[in-house]
């Protein structure tokens, strides 16, 4: 079953305008993702942007989209058309709980900790909500989760890993650099390791043997900082035309 993770700008700026915004949001999130015949694995919310992990739905768009231009009707009634900021990203079985754990580290962007918000999913899958915009037994299922508390410790182990490819443009242009330079190696190297992935991935990815790229993970490395600001801002990278 296909898994994809959403992040979007719900209102291209200003806050949402209170507690009712906030689970009118949830529950338009739950409708959009059901009426696809989709499943809510989880979702992260903060004033202004949405992260959900959704199963089962051919068309992430339109969960977006649903989302997006319900709450400009309802809530928003000032502005014309929904906002276009949505990033959307497949995701493999395996990667299943990383997304999750992404999800639900949205909330930490205003301050509050994961476990101390209610504005996130791992409310519920501890065992400390049942709500309508979001079935935890049947999320829990999916990810073949324990019941709480062991399954918030099991998520707390699993981190988002961006897929390499991602890595690769986000390292580029953290140096300014054509992604067929290669100067940006090292930080490749640095940023894959410490977002979970090993040697073998980083070897592969960038056509070199694992001895080499062990070489390049000594290496001082002084554009990691700007490549995970990067990440974390989701830029539009340039695509490299072929050739």
Sequence with gaps: MAHHLLELDLTGGPPLPGLDARYDVLLRARRAVSQQGGTLLAFGLTSRHLRLVVAGVGQPTGVSRAVKVGVRRRWLPHRRQPTESTWVEAVSDDDALHAVHHAHELVRTEGVAVARSLWSSAT???????????????????????????????????????????????????????????????????????????????????????RRVQQLATQRCQHLGPARALLRRRVVLPVEAPG
């Design 124 to 210: 519920d899958l501890a065992g400390a909500r049942r709500a309508a915009f979001y079935d935890a037994p049947s999320a829990r299922r999916h990810l073949a989760l324990p019941t709480p508390p062991r399954s918030h410790r099991l998520l707390a182990r699993h981190r988002w890993r961006p897929p390499l490819p991602l890595l690769r443009q986000v390292s580029a242009a953290a140096h300014g650099l054509p992604p067929r330079h290669r100067g940006w190696r090292a930080s490749f190297v640095a940023l894959a390791l410490r977002l979970g992935h090993d040697t073998a991935d980083a070897a592969d990815a960038l056509g070199l043997s694992r």
